[in-house]
């Protein structure tokens, strides 16, 4: 027909002029680019991933545990309490001193703090030895013994001590820590270690510090009778269960950093302890056994024997007064201008120098 004379193209029913290979050329220039994008690709550095989510927060203690030495809890420190007759226990918290310590007892156990009379460390009993002063170790368990019976009873005064060591709580009460062998109030069976000094004689005693109870009865004159009015602590009753008396399971978390917390507990020969501190806050701190420990352990012996008293806290600060000081005159300066109140007689100041200067001197040898 008409067709068969026409050129190739339009047998092929492609328009004249156009390109035979169109589309071929095409993907030429896509297999180009993408080439071109694979050498830009390999020239680039290698994409770095984004780094993991990290590990969900391990969930915080909410209760204590008995078989742990402390817990951990909401950043605090936590100890636990009874009342040393017999009780539940209670956890005690937020002080920085002892008359802190005391307010927070009474809360607990729904009393008035003035029922306190003082506390010991892990037992119940009434023992000296035992007694909470200014430190609180942070596995300690504290017992507080509160108001018990009253009783009167009357002494004469036949020699310049009747044989009383006082110490206080550091919240208004002087109690009996020590009665000596073969003195007056050691024939008296109604006296005994632990009894709250109430009133001497009708002066009260209540507010007052140890050294002053003290000074009050050293100055009462020979041959007079000695009326007190004293008031033992609540006993426990036989039928009440035995309480640990062993160091007991104590909450202890430090601003809110367990590690920090785990090294005082763990490292060193000292042991981590709460100080409690009349002024500022208490603090955690490492006590060691050393020369300053013996110092003040010789000075507290020095307070019984001149003034009738017992108080480690106040022989450390004593130690502490004398560090850096190379004459005793110094000394004696230190003591006037920071412990006024007591009055030290100046061979007391003598003696404590020698004896701190002794337990330094044998350190050293």
Known sequence: GDEIGLPFPHRLGVAEGMPLFKNKSKNKDKDKKAYELEQEDANLPAPTLPPPPPPPEAPKASAASSDTPYHLQ????????????GSATKEIKDFTNVKDMYARIATAFEIAPSEIIFCTLNTHKVDMTQLLGGQIGLDDFIFAHIRGTKKEVTVVKTEPAIGLTITDNGDGY???????????????????????????????????????????????????????????????????????????????????????????????????????KKDGQAVVEQVVVN??????????????????????????????????????????????????????????????WKAIASAKGAAFL
């Open 174 to 276: 002087a109690f009996i820590k020590r009665l000596r062998e073969d003195s007056i109030v050691s024939q008296v069976s109604e006296i005994s270690v632990g009894d709250l000094v109430e009133s001497i004689n009708g002066k009260s005693m209540v507010g007052s510090r140890h050294h002053e109870v003290a000074k009050f009865l050293k100055e009462l004159p020979l041959s007079v009778p000695i009326a007190l009015v004293l008031v033992e602590p609540m006993k426990a009753f036989d039928a009440i269960a035995p309480r640990r008396t062993a160091k007991a399971t104590t909450a202890a978390v430090l601003d809110q950093n367990p590690q920090k917390l785990e090294e005082l507990l763990g490292k060193g020969e000292g042991r981590a302890t709460l100080r409690l």
């Open 74 to 85: 909401r950043g605090e420190l936590i100890f636990r309490c009874q009342l040393a007759h």
């Open 291 to 352: 020369w300053q420990t013996k110092a003040a352990g010789n000075v507290d012996d020095l307070l019984e024997q001149f003034l009738g008293i017992r108080d480690m806290e106040l022989s450390t600060q004593l130690v502490e007064l004398c560090k850096g000081k190379e004459l005793v005159d110094d000394f004696a300066l230190a003591v006037d201008e920071h412990l006024e109140e007591f009055e030290f007689p100046s061979e007391f100041v003598i003696d404590v």
